[in-house]
């Protein structure tokens, strides 16, 4: 009896269709969020998904000032970063971060969640991320994602 040979299915830029999708963040825990969205951008929703290629979609995030956290993480939770100077360790506290900079807290916890490297780094790119309810991004026509 012969055993029969599937062949697996490696994603080719004819293969790879991106879609448009809109996520309303309002009132959404930040981190269940985020890897919602880190799968669509890294294409692990689809049957073709390839750990190798750009295979995920555009995600337009929308109401990320609204975003929430549970417990003491707006005043317990700190973001740290360096300057590359001695001494130049930065840190804020989420509380903080939201006011002065509301999409930043989204963009990291996303950030985190794909690949370090230049496939990360062009994945990324696919992220648009909004303050408010209006983005400029109508002409493409997103689906909304309900999360």
Known sequence: MKAKSYKTLSATEDIIEKKWWVVDVEGQPLGRV????AVLLRGKHKPYFSPHMDTGDHVVVINAEKVRLTGNKWNAKKYI???GYPGGQREIVAKDLMSKHPTRM???AVKGMLPKNRLGRAIIKNMKIYAGPEHPHD????EVFEI
């Open 34 to 37: 985020a890897s919602q969205i």
């Open 81 to 83: 970063r360096h300057t």
């Open 106 to 108: 989204i963009e990291n």
């Open 139 to 142: 002409s493409q026509q997103p």
